[in-house]
């Protein structure tokens, strides 16, 4: 009894470090060029996914490129382009549809109402919140969403057709409780 008491206590303290290095969970808010808060997202890593979950306001309505780009900079003046291209540390193509790619930033376009606004609720394999994987969120520069003005026909490199950069979201540590 003694020895399985300490034996668990043993596999406590080797549980409690593993968790504390858990990758967990990262927040995003979107500015469009103005600079106006439109919406925010959190992501969560799960065992072989991350998961992207929100609302954005403030689009025009029907379907939106949105992907992850490699620079955690979202400057409006620039049009985001200082967020600079699409994640891709393996150099495919772009596009989920494209035989060639994807882009590990690329994602499933999200889809705005009539009334501008947009839930988000998406998963990515190939983006991650572990410092161990090649597409690790927070890289040196770190990592920004960006949503365009038009639809990603996820075939079309480098990015879908999907017209200019609408708004744009640098990845933080989730500070929430
Ligand atoms: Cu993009
Ligand atoms: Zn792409």
Redesign the pocket.
Known sequence: MHRLTLSAAASLALVLPALAQDPGTAMATFIDRDGLEVGSVILAQGRDAITIVGDLTGLTPGEHGF?FHETGDCDGTTGFESAGS?V?PDSHQ??LENPEG??S??LPNVIAGQDGTAAVNVTSATISLDAADPAYVFDADGTALVVHAAADDQVTD???NSGDRVACAVIEANTAP
């Open positions: 992907h699409h891709n772009h596009g994807p882009h930033g690329d480098p990015s879908g």
